[in-house]
């Protein structure tokens, strides 16, 4: 893991620029950068091969797509079994549904941020999928009203 101290200020100012803005043209990122375009290439080639930069996506706004419910999901293994953690995680893993799966300390093992289109859609997932996982042992669901905060960068 690099330093935040390690990164040079020229890559801070490309990573913030790639942040904003994933389709910005190597002219205009070297712009921002202050540098030739040939240099924020390289930089940038860099940044990726180094894994710094880890992908390129588009943010979709879910309730466009019809993704209206929206919860985090506590959950208990009932028992910490080697292979029952693997056969979770890669479980969670696979399922669109699953945004983002934290381990945590606490009261639950893990926190899951889950969309679906609807309530019987979060029913039908939790009665076919999660509840059918062999170790979980409580789930527990707290409805996301609204959303204050939704941060897809780092500061760098």
Same mark, same amino acid.
């Given at each position: ?19 904003? #803005? ?7 990122? *070297? ?29 979709? #706004? ?10 985090? =999901? ?10 029952? =953690? $693997?056969?979770?995680?890669?479980? =969670? ?6 945004? #983002?799966?934290? *381990?945590?300390?606490?009261? *639950? #093992? ?10 019987? $859609?979060?029913? $039908? ?32």
């Amino acid at each position: 893991m690099v330093e935040k101290s390690e990164i040079p200020t020229a890559d801070r100012q490309i990573l913030m620029a790639l942040q904003q #803005d994933g389709r910005i043209s190597n002219q205009d990122l *070297a712009e921002r950068a202050a540098m030739s375009a040939s240099a924020c290439w390289r930089r940038v080639r860099a940044l990726e091969e180094s894994g710094v930069i880890m992908r390129y996506t588009a943010l979709v #706004d879910p309730e466009a797509v019809g993704l209206v419910f929206h919860a985090m =999901v506590h959950v208990v293994l009932s028992r910490h079994h080697a292979g029952h =953690v $693997a056969a979770f995680i890669d479980a =969670v893993t696979a399922r669109p549904e699953v945004l #983002d799966c934290f *381990a945590t300390t606490g009261d *639950a #093992d893990y926190h899951l941020r889950v969309r679906c289109r609807d309530l019987a $859609a979060y029913n $039908a997932f939790l009665e076919e999928f999660l509840f059918a996982l062999e170790g979980v042992s409580t789930v527990k669901t707290n409805l996301i009203l609204r959303q204050i905060k939704h941060e897809t960068r780092v500061e760098v």
